[in-house]
């Protein structure tokens, strides 16, 4: 296993790692809960090779896995095995830039660009890594080795979404993908898979424009789809300008459909222009929908169409509400924000997605840096959106998304584990820390030690033994 050197110009933890590893027994400060017997995958992009120009949303995925087991921990990273990743390997060189795009030097036969980045699920009996451009790649649960693309026995394709979304009451997973007819084209697919891992539904729409939609809201009778002004357009990318880019004045809108209705009927609500990554959850009173989501001003990460930035000060993302009227004379859905802390990747109970919920935690940010350069602790949150407690690193360290575990299947929302990989800055490795779930104020009640780093990612999940 290569090891890396801390030094004074480490400013952030998003770089890559050069490497694979395995480690058993790793030390453990404090004591693990006995009843914390599994694995929390974690997803991220590790570029195997530099790429000029390429965005960090499109670096190869690597998935890191930590095993917990009556009180002890082990250890395990791979990269996805892609079509992408086999070629650049054996070429030894980077073939695709941003978003996909081929290098000119690469061969002509070459055509798949996916990273598999983003996520990572069980469900139906199979280890899926998700990125929302490519269809699940299907991994092996202990081993991490890449199985390739799974399509439910040619039930789906095209894209789909890194954020599906599972019903805690049935075990359906629903999902969508856009760019569904295309690159850049505003074609949305959506469906579901039961908890056997069948496909029941599969079907297509129009979105009022090509969108980057990274999350979508599913409650109890609802479906929700985001299309907010991150826009893509083909003939920008054929001209070398940004393929994504922020431009407000195309509008917010959110498509509602019944779960059991038709694509034909939903409704389009409008809204204040602003960007969302990641929805905390959603839920039903009466004839309203509400829902508690990351909001941003002004996209963070992406470009005006010129090239210009947008303003980082409106680029941070915080707790807000939107609520949705389905009985009342109007289009416009209201946009509340609930706290001024900034923060992102949201997590509740699971058991509770698409019904009202009562804890939710996010990752929080140091207001001193860029918004993804570093979230600094966990705000955890009720119900209403109010803040009940926050968790702050040393300084300098970085924390990656809170997932929440459950301390045993019955018990009361909200009472388990948030597991989330720490970077330590001063050392340049990574922890594995272990909160309990309603104090975290009090920090963590375990640490489990690795050797090196875990490059800051995106999404993970816990899977029980």
């Known amino acids: 296993m290569q090891q890396e050197v801390a030094t004074k110009t480490t400013r952030n933890n998003r770089g890559p790692i050069p490497f694979e590893s395995d480690a058993s027994y790793l030390k453990i400060t404090g004591e693990l809960p006995r009843e914390l017997n599994g694995t929390l995958y974690r997803n991220g992009p590790n570029p195997q090779f530099d790429a000029p120009n390429a965005h960090w949303f499109v670096g190869d995925g690597m998935l890191h896995a930590f095993h917990l087991e009556n009180g002890r921990a082990s250890y395990r990273n791979r990269w996805v095995r892609t079509p992408k990743w086999q070629a650049e390997h054996e070429a030894g060189r980077a073939l695709f830039g941003g978003f996909g795009q081929k290098r ?22 199979k280890l899926l890594a998700l990125e929302e451009q490519h269809l699940p790649t299907e991994i092996e649960p202990e081993t991490l080795a890449t199985r390739g693309y799974c399509n439910f026995d040619g039930a789906i394709g095209g894209p789909f979404t890194a954020h599906p979304k599972v019903d805690p009451v049935t075990g359906e997973l629903f999902f969508f993908g856009y760019n569904a007819a295309g690159p850049f084209t505003p074609a949305l697919s959506f469906g579901s898979i039961d908890a056997g891992g069948r496909v029941t539904r599969f079907e297509r729409f129009e979105a009022p424009y090509a969108s980057m939609v990274h999350d979508f809201i599913v409650t109890e009778r609802h479906l929700l789809f985001p299309v907010l002004p991150i826009t893509g357009s083909m003939t920008r990318a054929m001209k070398g300008r940004p393929p994504y880019a922020w431009e407000p004045d195309k509008g917010a809108y959110v498509g509602v459909m019944k779960r059991n209705g038709a694509a034909k009927d939903i409704v389009w609500f409008r809204g204040e222009s602003c960007y969302v990554f990641h929805i905390m959850n959603a839920w039903e009173e009466g004839e309203r929908i509400i829902a508690d989501v990351m909001q941003f001003e002004e996209a963070p990460l992406f470009p005006h169409p010129d090239g210009s930035r947008t303003d980082p000060d409106k680029s941070r993302a915080r707790l807000a509400r939107w609520t949705f009227d389905l009985a009342g004379n109007t289009d416009r859905f209201q ?8 923060g992102e990747f949201p997590r509740i109970d699971d058991r509770r997605a698409g019904l009202a919920n009562h804890h939710g935690w996010y990752a929080c940010a140091n207001p001193e840096l860029a918004m993804f350069d570093g979230f600094s602790g966990i705000a955890h949150v009720n119900g209403k959106g109010e803040r009940l407690a926050k968790y702050l690193l040393p300084a300098g360290d970085a924390i990656s998304e809170p997932v929440f575990v459950e301390r045993h299947k019955d018990a009361q929302e909200g009472d388990g584990w948030l597991l989330a990989a720490v970077w330590r800055a001063n050392e340049n490795t990574s922890d594995l820390a272990v909160f309990n779930a309603t104090d ?16 800051d990612g995106f999404h993970g999940n816990w899977v029980g033994a």
Do not use: K, M, W
């Not at 946009?335 to 900034?342: G, I, P």
């Not at 104020?441 to 780093?453: F, K, N, T, W």
């Open 104 to 125: 000119p030097d690469a061969p002509a036969s070459l055509t798949d660009g996916g990273v598999a980045n983003t996520n990572i699920i069980f469900h139906g009996g």
């Open 335 to 342: 946009q509340t924000y609930l706290d001024d802390l900034t």
């Open 440 to 455: 975290v104020e009090a920090g963590p009640v375990a640490l489990v030690h690795l050797g090196h780093r875990v490059p």
